[in-house]
């Protein structure tokens, strides 16, 4: 059973850069797609990219100017960095395993439990 | 920008059939997705490739799309059946993935 967790700080400054790692354990991160999706208190969920294990990534183009997105195969992690935050992008981030069904069709099957990021001073 | 489009809430009885509705232009193209999300959880999978369901995943839940509409049924609601359900898809160029706003459901 593949299993997600997330880990990074919880508050994060506005104008600076919020960090977050997932660890991927009970299955390899290699020949899939990785996804990060947050929600806002209260609101819908917001994708905002993919990155597969080869490194290659699509951002969701309202947030691609600020997001970077890594991995690391050797530790089975793959990241998120978010720059210039604003209370906008307080929210539970939660990462997940893409399933590709054919190109172009992709949807999430596994999910991490989310980690509340507060953008405060 | 691709936006899917879904009632903001539905309620039911017990043991009545739910109904929730999710409408996109590329639907017609494009596989929808349903997730079951529960207060202060990730959300869950119930429905894939339209009307597939998930290992686990009770069988009063069903899918159905149609044109620029898709539906999640849930046929016999229970009250363990409350939740917030979001459908999802991928926009025309197969890019950018999208959810809809979320149906609160309400079995009371």
């Known amino acids: 059973q593949v299993q997600l967790q997330e880990s990074g700080p919880g508050l994060v400054k506005p104008s600076e850069t919020l960090s977050l790692t997932c660890t991927v354990s009970g299955g390899s991160i290699s020949s899939y797609y990785w996804s990060w999706i947050r929600q806002p208190p209260g609101k819908r969920l917001e994708w905002i990219g993919y990155i597969y294990y080869s490194g290659s990534t699509n951002y969701n183009p309202s947030l691609k100017s600020r997001v970077t997105m890594s991995v690391d195969t050797s530790k089975n992690q793959f990241s998120l960095k978010l720059s210039s935050v604003t209370a906008a992008d307080t929210a539970v981030y939660y990462c997940a395993r893409a399933a590709v069904v054919v190109i172009g069709d992709f949807y999430f099957d596994y999910w991490g439990q989310g980690t509340l990021v507060t953008v405060s001073s | 920008s691709y936006e899917l489009t879904q009632p903001p809430s539905v309620s039911v009885s017990p043991g009545q059939t739910a109904r929730i509705t999710c409408s996109g232009d590329?639907?017609?193209?494009?596989?929808a997705y349903w997730y079951q999300q529960k207060s202060g959880q990730a959300p869950v999978l119930v429905i894939y490739?339209?009307?597939k369901r998930p290992s686990g995943i009770p069988e009063r839940f069903s899918g159905s799309s149609s044109g620029t509409m898709a539906t999640l049924t849930i046929s016999g609601a229970q009250v363990e059946d409350e939740a917030d359900y979001y459908c999802?898809?991928?926009?025309?160029?197969?890019?950018?993935?999208?959810f809809g706003g979320g149906t609160q459901l309400t079995v009371l």
């Open positions: 490739e339209d009307s």
């Open positions: 590329a639907l017609p193209k494009k596989y």
């Open positions: 999802y898809s991928t926009d025309s160029s197969g890019n950018h993935a999208v």
